[in-house]
């Protein structure tokens, strides 16, 4: 065998094939990782490598690119296992020289340096690092488990990464090092996030961590096999244990024992179930408690307790919420930030996609259970449950007392509504006067994204269970009051509204929530104007602007629809709700609702370019996507009643993008007219321009939506705009299609499925407007070629 260096020619690295076999088979009988048991044996005695496909090709790029690369995650996601697989993988090909470290018994200080310079010692005696080198290895030195001696690696590495320039370091740990030129690595749960209820046994089986679990069922049980009536169950308890391969090979131990739902149904005990970890495994992976544990009793005091705070928390959360329940430990709000940073960094809380509203976070199913049952142990469960009602009472706003749920408070509930619905859970069956007025809010998001919070109208249970002397009584009665108007219930609208309007005495309050209801009974026709006026003259009595503004609104809305009425009096009141309602706050909900219903009311009359007015004002006013939505909505909408097909369609599907919310409590009526416009503008277009237009909207970012649809700058062309929505992969698999690659090649060379190719290459077709893999490949080279041209322009201009 000769070496490159010996060769004179690049790429010379064996003299015959013959000579690369010999080579192979030579480093096959030396595999094996010498100086870590960890490693070597979790990493020869499991039976298969499952899954980690994208994610061992992602961190082998980067080992070959940077001399740190640390692997992070939460205990028991698989960071050991990767790494010794990695390893063995990169050693087998001849690249480099593997030196594990195991760092999970050290102590910390001196002795962290020297294990490592231990290693590399027996290393260097194997073979000289010079030779190596020479020849295009490099040693790569596994430090596995850092995270409790993280500031004493750290200091380690500084001198040994200077000392050797021929050594690459791949770190595990729960935290990063956070050393200049490192690169992170989080690794995450197996499951992924399109795994539906009715999943087949084919779908589920494509799946990594069901593979996982059936190849380590099998192990133990042969016979084991994933049917039609097991398939769901598995795939429920790999979900609930969030992909973590430890939790799933334990869960799969017990399959001798117990039959699969049972293992679901106890899944509420995991932390005493799964206790079935490798005997020759580090104690701390011998159950899925004591890896938690290992997590945190590495935490400080105040990191452990707002951990456990958190834990109360059924979902994703956002820092007001933290900071709510950090209180009640003890915790300035000034640290709260600075500890989020902490858990997230040491992987006991995850973060969510970023998001308009601000940082999200959530915590791991498994990891939530644990910090409950300290939570519970520490006998801190009921005051952090206090502190989560009392946030979301006041987080309603205005809503007690005036009976409207304000968008800052819509917006603030909505992305909190899993602890709402999870409190008023907790709260039913109890007198808790609190629960009705977080039922009746829960109802109103519902009501606004036409569909009920968590699958069940609350206020109809609640309003039996809390005595009729609560002060929170006439705002549930009057809620349910607007639903039942809302849903068409008009007799038990008015009788609920009629209570209210009979009980309130001299409370303003509870006179204009029934007023309210009143006022949309009006509108769907019933009662008469007459009691519209009314509610209108006792508006104006109680100084109530809100209420006068609607009241004039609603009485211009109705006189528009009757050939009785004179319309002049109709558009005088509409233009006198607008300037009261303009005149208080402009950027108020009610004033952008109020020009959403006028839009409206005109659209009815045929006065499309006077709706169209009212749209556009909305869209300059509005900051929220959900009213950006609206307001394009009614652009869209008047567009089609004037036969701009087109522009309707291209309006209607960057609506749709922006935000997919429902109107305000009317929404369903107006939804149905969103359904009735695109519909008609499909039918009136050919089935390749209707296609073209939707994919242009689709392919329209928010800002360029609000540009296109007020005409303040020309909109991009299709696929100038569909090219900056193509994902690195749709990017890559347009490449690979440029090439000729059919989808099956295309699979074996992103390491993904077949299926996952046939999806990429169809959402390219659509978000270019491509009939063809042709027509891909055609503009892939077209595309190609402008960015040469553009870069060496840009080399000729830089000479």
């Not at 018994?105 to 690092?129: D, H, K, N």
């Not at 049917?227 to 769901?232: R, Y």
């Not at 819509?410 to 509504?417: A, D, N, W």
């Amino acid at each position: 065998m000769r070496h490159e260096a010996d060769s004179g020619k690049p790429g010379g690295l064996y003299c015959s094939n013959a000579c690369r076999q010999r080579a192979y088979r030579s480093r096959m009988k030396t595999t094996s990782l010498r100086g870590s048991v960890s490693i070597s044996l979790q990493t020869q005695m499991n039976s298969s490598f499952v899954g980690r496909v994208e994610e061992l090709v992602e961190v082998t790029r980067l080992v070959r690119e940077s001399r740190l690369v640390t692997l992070t995650g939460p205990a028991g996601v698989g960071k050991t296992r990767l790494a010794g697989e990695l390893a063995m993988r990169e050693q087998r090909g001849g690249r480099c020289e593997v030196v594990p470290v195991e760092l999970a018994s050290v102590l910390g200080g001196e002795q962290v340096r020297q294990r490592i310079m231990a290693a590399l010692r027996e290393a260097g005696q194997r073979g000289s690092i010079a030779n190596q080198h020479a020849a295009g290895h490099y040693r790569l030195v596994v430090l596995d488990n850092c995270e409790h001696v993280l500031g004493d690696c750290s200091a380690a590495l500084v001198g040994i990464l200077a000392e050797y320039p021929q050594v690459r370091v791949l770190a595990t740990s729960r935290e990063p090092l956070r050393l200049p030129g490192e690169a992170v690595f989080l690794l995450r749960g197996l499951v992924p996030l399109e795994l539906g209820e009715d999943s087949s046994v084919t779908d589920l089986i494509r799946l990594p961590a069901v593979r996982l679990f059936v190849d380590r069922a099998r192990a133990l049980l042969p016979e084991f096999q994933l049917t039609e009536e097991n398939a769901a169950q598995v795939g429920s308890v790999c979900t609930r244990l969030d992909g973590l391969p430890l939790a799933i090979e334990m869960a799969a131990g017990l399959v001798r024992a117990f039959p699969v739902a049972e293992i679901e149904r106890r899944m509420d005990d995991r932390l005493d179930l799964l206790a079935g970890g490798w005997r020759t495994a580090e104690p701390r992976q011998h159950s899925l408690r004591s890896a938690l544990d290992w997590s945190y009793h590495l935490l400080t005091a105040g990191e452990q307790a707002l951990f456990r705070a958190l834990a109360a928390l059924p979902g994703g959360f956002g820092t007001d919420i933290a900071t709510a329940v950090a209180e009640g430990q003890g915790i300035p709000i000034g640290q709260v930030p600075y500890l989020l940073v902490a858990l997230e960094s040491k992987s006991l809380i995850v973060t969510a996609p970023k998001d308009r509203a601000g940082a999200r976070f959530h915590m791991l199913e498994s990891v939530r259970y644990y910090g409950r049952e300290h939570l519970l142990t520490r006998g801190e469960e009921d005051r952090v449950h206090e502190l989560l009602l009392h946030w979301l009472i006041s987080a309603t706003g205005e809503f007690p007392e005036t009976g409207i749920l304000t968008l800052p408070a819509i917006v603030r509930l909505t992305l909190e509504e899993e602890t709402l619905a999870f409190e008023l859970d907790r709260l039913h069956g109890s007198a808790d006067e609190r629960q009705l007025l977080l039922a009746a809010a829960a109802d109103v998001l519902g009501m606004l994204k036409d569909c009920p919070l968590h699958g069940s109208w609350r206020l109809p249970r609640v309003l039996g269970l809390v005595s009729d002397g609560s002060g929170y009584r006439s705002v549930g009665l009057a809620t349910e009051a607007a639903l039942a108007a809302w849903r068409g219930q008009h007799d038990d609208a008015e009788r609920l509204a009629t209570m209210v309007l009979a009980d309130s005495g001299n409370d303003h309050h509870d006179r204009m929530r029934a007023l309210r209801t009143l006022i949309g009974l009006t509108r769907a026709g019933r009662p008469a104007l007459t009691e519209l006026r009314r509610c209108l003259h006792a508006s104006r009595e109680a100084d109530d602007t809100a209420l006068t503004a609607l009241c004039l609104y609603t009485l211009a809305a109705r006189s528009a629809l009757c050939e009785d009425e004179d319309t002049e009096q109709s558009e005088r009141s509409l233009r006198d709700a607008l300037s009261l309602s303009s005149s208080w706050n402009h950027l108020s909900g009610p004033f952008r609702a109020l020009l959403h219903a006028a839009g409206t009311s005109v659209l009815e009359t045929g006065d499309g370019q006077c709706a169209e007015e009212y749209f556009t004002h909305l869209l300059r006013e509005s900051e929220h996507p959900h009213h950006k939505a609206l307001a394009l909505e009614g652009l869209a909408v008047a567009a089609v009643h004037g036969r701009r097909y087109e522009r309707g369609l291209r309006m209607l599907a960057a609506a749709e993008s922006i935000s997919s919310a429902d109107s305000w409590p009317a929404g369903h009526l107006w939804r149905e007219r969103v359904k009735t416009a695109t519909a008609r503008a499909h039918q009136a277009l050919s089935p390749t321009r209707s296609d073209a237009a939707w994919s242009f909207g689709r392919a329209l970012t928010p800002q360029q939506a609000v540009h296109y649809a007020l005409g303040t700058q020309p909109a991009a062309s299709t696929r100038e705009l569909a090219e900056e929505t193509l994902s690195e992969r749709e990017w890559k698999v347009a490449v690979l299609v440029s090439h000729g690659l059919t989808n099956r090649q295309i699979a074996a060379r992103l390491y993904v499925s077949v299926r996952t190719v046939e999806t990429h290459v169809r959402n390219i077709r659509t978000a270019l407007g491509l009939n063809t893999r042709a027509h891909i490949a055609a503009w892939t080279a077209e595309r190609r070629k402008r960015a040469d041209d553009k870069e060496a322009e840009t080399k000729s201009v830089a000479v």
